[in-house]
């Protein structure tokens, strides 16, 4: 099928546009996303073509809105969340880990809740600690919600789609320094499952899981191990929960080597959750200790050279994998 | 509701009504028995007090197209919208053939079906989610409401501020219940609220009344009036006084210096002064007692839920259960 290059953030645009042609149930809601077309101009030109009913402009309430669109979705929309930052997500929490994730649990399955919370993660863009968090692992520690991090314009449409048309709710977190990335889509934008992990290097020494950003740095590290002949496997979960385990298990007893480079907590982490259950379930395919590079455990900070120095870099990455192979 | 009774006189409509009162009333009361006998997992808030104000609300509503949430002491509500008095017993105490299989429990009573769309375990948290209610009705364009039924502890929470704003901003047809009993927990409304909750609203652009379900037929018009005003298309809100016959919890006897509720009385004394018969009245108690007694028995006689009411649960994020 013909292919174009779009970015993240037309992707996300243009899987909005799809869905909702295809489906007038489905509804957008959040701060200045309607005329504004979002702060991160994801839902430009949705007001336009669906109008104010669709493309649902709010108060600076996420508690009220949030919670609206659990209700929405308990009764027959499949409202379509924008919380501008996942940091906002301290506001309305109680919306999403007691309404949203327990809602279908609490019906004994009697409920639908087709809801998608669109929010942003991802540091190094100078937005200082309550704008720039990454806080895939603790909504993934949540019993009830699915957790999606793309990396990649066609993944990006992709799952946002199937998100979309899941029956449970969705938090969809899109990287802030990826919107402008390009990649190739396939026309029409053919949905992605969620739950499926994808091997976006090859390699036989080492097993790099990477999701959002931290997917490009290991891609970049690769480069560098590869001249110093070290051939790393890279692997971008996508889905964070439910995590496609397998596919990282195959890899690990492959390659016998598990590096996790996360932008997550460095405690009690998704880093943390792919090691235990790597080690759980390829033990012996181990030939060394599985390692993880996360931030320091600390917030995000604002100056450029402690941000910088706060992110794990693909020379980071570097030392980290050729130190376990090399041992 | 009563607009449907046509060929009952209005006597047998609230003669009627007063039964339903009577068997929330006789129902909660078999819920403290089972309570008391050690046979309820958890803590139980009843809801007996407030029994005139949930069968006149839940008679205004309609389940095909409104849509209720309620708080943690909403077992009577659940039941005035027309939820199976069984199941519900059941689902309190977490027996097989629950709303949810006993897998939820008393603070989360849910039956779509019947337009109660769920309790909440956390106070203030179900009125976000009656928003979505009516923008689901708004949408649908059938004349329905959302209905957010919550307490005046719940009335300080910023989720129902909020709400009650996004609402009014986006005209939605939602209807805010707040019953007035006077206690948030234990600390008192007078100690935990300033100024008034009618004001509240108002200033949010809501449209507000209150009553006092120890008035029945002033009562009764103010809810009509009330869901009618919402069916056509805008938020508005009622401050009903109800009482709290319990402490917070049913075994909880703070506050047992507070003074019985007079709603029930209230109401058979105005149903004497209509010229119903003090037989129909007995009659009619004595019915809903039995009833009621009946559904928590059949409950009561159901076994607990097994362990395996789990399993439809596990695995379905991933295998990463323990």
């Not at chain 2, 003669?15 to 139980?44: D, H, M, T």
Request: proline share 4%.
């Amino acid at each position: 099928m013909a292919e174009q290059v779009l970015t993240i953030r037309q992707a996300l645009n243009s899987a909005l546009h799809q869905a909702m042609a295809d489906d007038d149930t489905i509804i957008c809601i959040g701060e200045d996303i309607a005329e504004n077309g979002g702060v991160f101009k994801v839902t430009e030109g949705l007001s336009g073509k669906f109008g104010a009913e669709r493309m649902i402009d709010t108060p600076i309430s996420e508690t009220a809105f949030v919670g609206m669109g659990v209700g929405a979705a308990m009764t027959g929309l499949k409202p379509v969340v924008e919380l501008m930052f996942c940091d906002f997500a301290g506001v309305c929490f109680d919306q999403i880990m007691n309404q949203a994730a327990k809602a279908q649990f609490l019906s004994n399955g009697r409920l639908k809740l087709p809801l998608v919370i669109r929010t942003t993660m991802g540091a190094g863009d100078g937005s200082g600690a309550m704008h720039s968090a990454s806080l895939h692992s603790l909504f993934a520690s949540i019993a009830g919600l699915t957790v999606v991090c793309p990396s990649n314009p066609a993944d990006a449409a992709g799952l946002l789609k199937a998100a979309i048309r899941y029956d449970g709710p969705v938090i969809f977190m899109e990287n802030k320094q990826l919107y402008d990335f390009e990649g190739p889509v396939v026309a029409g934008l053919p949905e992605i499952s969620l739950g499926k992990a994808r091997t976006i290097r090859e390699g036989t020494d080492i097993t790099i899981v990477a999701a959002s950003a931290m997917g490009h740095r290991a891609l970049a590290a690769v480069e560098t191990l590869g001249t110093n002949g070290i051939s790393a496997e890279v692997i971008d979960p996508r889905t964070i929960k439910p995590l496609d385990v397998g596919a990282i298990v195959d890899s690990v007893e492959k390659t016998g080597r598990l590096l996790v480079v996360d932008e997550g907590t460095a405690f009690a982490g998704f880093a943390d959750a792919v090691i235990a259950a790597v080690s759980a379930q390829a033990f012996g395919s181990l030939r060394c200790a599985p390692m993880k590079l996360c931030p320091p455990d600390t917030p995000v900070p604002y100056a450029p050279a402690a941000e910088l120095r706060w992110l794990p870099d693909s020379a980071d990455i570097v030392e980290a994998a050729t130190n376990m192979t090399e041992a | 509701m009563l607009g449907s009774c046509r060929g009952r006189t209005m006597n047998e409509v609230a003669l009627k009504q007063y039964q339903s009162c009577w068997f929330i009333r006789s129902f909660e009361k078999a819920i403290a028995v089972q309570a008391r006998a050690g046979n309820v997992p958890g803590l139980v808030h009843l809801s007996t007090g407030s029994e005139v104000a949930d069968i006149l609300l839940g008679q205004q509503l309609d389940p095909t197209r409104d849509h209720v949430t309620g708080s943690h002491r909403s077992h009577g509500l659940a039941l005035a919208c027309g939820a199976d008095p069984v199941a519900v017993a059941k689902e309190i105490l977490g027996r097989e053939g629950g709303l949810s299989d006993g897998l939820a429990g008393t603070q989360h009573l849910l039956a779509p079906e019947t337009g109660f769309l769920t309790s909440n375990g956390i106070v203030g948290a179900q009125v976000p989610l009656a928003a979505g209610g009516a923008l689901s009705a708004n949408t649908a364009a059938v004349g329905g409401i959302g209905v957010a039924v919550f307490g005046d502890g719940a009335a300080n929470q910023g989720a129902v501020l909020e709400t009650m704003n996004l609402a009014a901003t986006l005209n939605l047809p939602m209807l805010f219940v707040m019953y007035n009993n006077g206690m948030a927990q234990t600390t008192a409304a007078v100690d935990a609220t300033s100024g008034s909750y009618c004001a509240r609203a108002e200033s949010f652009g809501l449209t507000a009344w209150s009553a006092d379900s120890d008035a029945y037929t002033d009562c009764l018009k103010t809810l009509r009036d009330a869901v009618t005003y919402t069916r056509l298309g805008s938020p508005a809100f009622v401050e009903v006084t109800v009482s709290r016959d319990h402490g917070h919890y049913f075994g909880d006897e703070e506050r047992s210096e507070f003074p019985p509720s007079k709603a029930m009385a209230c109401f058979a004394k105005w149903l004497s002064e209509q010229g119903v018969k003090d037989q129909l009245l007995n009659t009619a108690r004595c019915a809903a007692e039995k009833d009621a007694a009946a559904a928590v028995a059949a409950a009561a006689s159901a076994p607990f839920a097994a362990a395996n009411a789990l399993s439809p649960w596990l695995g379905v994020q991933g295998g990463t259960d323990g």
